[in-house]
């Protein structure tokens, strides 16, 4: 080879290695997608949010235009840093193939449109029970179960009275309310097997109750009482960092019963000082009042467009329980649920925000001392019955994400024997029996 063959050679080889580093440097300074969850093949909760994770800041309107989903389901975004977060408003169907596609015409912020798209599916999977048993124990213990006929798995959970079990949406995390031996109350997590169990709070002597999860995971509110005090008041607790404060920096602010918005934008919650529900816009600290005399069990709709509670209303010399809707699209303008209320309580919303199922029970006892089951039609405001039987109580309604069918407890007011977890599907009207001498059942998604 010559002088000058070996400086073409050499320019070649230079020519080569810049249009391999152009393309690096272009490959790396391009926005891309660089991670998506649900993970393509996995099994998720109905209940789980959608995330994509962007290399650089993109154009919002762009990349909402150009997420697409497969079967539709309404939902809500939100934005934390580079990734996209879809909160759907009603679970997804249990075992039914999800399809979503990042498709092109995204742009970043200095509008060139990112290449190409992104496709992925996932298939929901089907969830589980968790409850106590058996009622006799003097600290029960927590199951979860499957399917209807297999065997219930134990779970570990801390020493101590366990007074309340939530999953958050994605199934991933509980969060439980224990009492100790001083009667105090704190908050642990463990995961979904009972493992990587942690001590969230440390209120004992003082009381934590009432834990909820906001509807990403992130955050959990509860109601917290100190030791020898008759006020609670609002708190916020990072599942992350384990870090938690009052939600008002006012030491004498009070509340209670806290639930969250389908988008967790907002929080709700019974504020004895002012004797009203406030629904608090968590980016600006606003609020709405709803006067109540003691509001308690708020839930937000599936859409976030109205709220149902509880309040107390006299009724002679006595106070009965009576439920109540408020309509926030419209300053929280409320209404009874019946104009002909009984003694009713315990509301829930259907996934599909077309039911709300409520215990009830007559006030002049004409059929028995038990609570029924009833199931209001919120656009046609219609109530039907879905149980008969005066000597049991029915209560601790729960939607089984993603279907139409009811888990309720319960009680049989003139047996020795401990409440039952039943299944109620409103398609059939039929009931099955999920567990005998079972209590505080949950979905667990």
């Not at 980016?283 to 109540?292: C, F, N, Y």
């Not at 509880?310 to 010399?317: K, Y």
């Not at 009833?374 to 039987?389: D, K, W, Y």
């Given at each position: 080879m010559n002088r000058t063959e070996r400086l073409i050679l050499i320019a070649s080889l230079l020519l080569v290695l810049g249009i391999a580093s152009a393309v690096v440097i272009s490959t790396r300074s391009t926005t891309r997608i660089v991670e998506v969850s649900p993970l393509p093949g996995s099994s998720p909760a109905v209940t789980t949010p959608i995330r994509v994770s962007f290399s650089k800041p993109v154009d919002y309107d762009s990349a909402l235009a150009a997420f697409l989903i497969s079967p539709p389901v309404g939902g809500d975004f939100l934005w934390e840093d580079n990734t996209l977060i879809f909160i759907p408003v009603q679970p997804f169907d249990p075992l039914t193939p999800v399809t979503v596609e990042i498709a092109s015409g995204v742009e970043d912020t200095s509008g060139r449109v990112i290449p190409g798209s992104r496709v992925w599916s996932f298939t929901p999977r089907r969830p589980e029970l968790l409850y106590l048993s058996p009622s006799t124990a003097e600290n029960p213990d927590l199951w979860r179960l499957s399917e209807p006929g297999e065997a219930p798995v134990q779970l570990p959970a801390p020493a101590g009275e366990i007074l309340e079990i939530v999953p958050n949406d994605e199934g991933a995390r509980i969060v439980l309310s224990v009492e100790d031996d001083l009667r105090g109350v704190d908050i642990w997590t463990p995961g979904r097997d009972g493992d990587d169990l942690r001590q969230l709070t440390d209120c004992s002597p003082g009381r934590c109750l009432h834990p909820v999860w906001s509807p990403d995971g992130r955050l959990v509110a509860y109601e917290r009482q100190e030791s020898g005090s008759t006020a609670s008041a609002i708190w916020l607790l990072d599942s992350e960092s384990g870090q938690t404060s009052p939600l008002f920096e006012n030491p004498d602010a009070v509340g209670a019963d806290p639930c969250w918005s389908t988008d967790g934008a907002e929080?709700?919650?019974?504020?004895?000082?002012?004797?009203?529900?406030?629904?608090?816009?968590?980016?600006?600290?606003?609020?709405?009042?709803?006067?109540?005399?003691?509001?308690?069990?708020?839930?937000?709709?599936?859409?976030?467009?109205?709220?149902?509670?509880?309040?107390?209303?006299?009724?002679?010399?006595?106070?009965?329980?009576?439920?109540?809707?408020?309509?926030?699209?419209?300053?929280?303008?409320?209404?009874?649920?019946?104009?002909?209320?009984?003694?009713?309580?315990?509301?829930?919303?259907?996934?599909?925000?077309?039911?709300?199922?409520?215990?009830?029970?007559?006030?002049?006892?004409?059929?028995?001392?038990?609570?029924?089951?009833?199931?209001?039609?919120?656009?046609?405001?219609?109530?039907?019955?879905?149980?008969?039987?005066?000597?049991?109580?029915?209560?601790?309604?729960?939607?089984?994400?993603?279907?139409?069918r009811l888990l309720v407890q319960r009680f049989d007011l003139t047996a020795g024997s401990g409440p039952d977890l039943l299944l109620f599907d409103l398609g059939t009207g039929e009931f099955t029996t999920l567990v005998e001498d079972a209590y505080y059942g949950v979905w667990l998604p």
């Open positions: 929080l709700a919650f019974f504020d004895s000082a002012v004797q009203a529900i406030r629904v608090v816009h968590l980016a600006d600290g606003t609020s709405l009042r709803i006067p109540v005399t003691a509001g308690e069990g708020c839930r937000f709709s599936p859409d976030g467009g109205l709220l149902v509670y509880v309040d107390i209303r006299p009724v002679g010399r006595q106070y009965f329980p009576e439920i109540w809707i408020a309509n926030l699209n419209n300053g929280g303008v409320s209404s009874p649920l019946d104009v002909d209320a009984q003694e009713d309580q315990s509301p829930v919303w259907s996934p599909d925000g077309r039911y709300i199922a409520f215990a009830r029970r007559l006030l002049d006892r004409s059929e028995g001392m038990g609570s029924q089951l009833m199931l209001f039609e919120v656009e046609s405001r219609q109530i039907e019955q879905g149980t008969a039987t005066e000597n049991d109580n029915h209560t601790r309604f729960a939607w089984e994400p993603g279907t139409n």
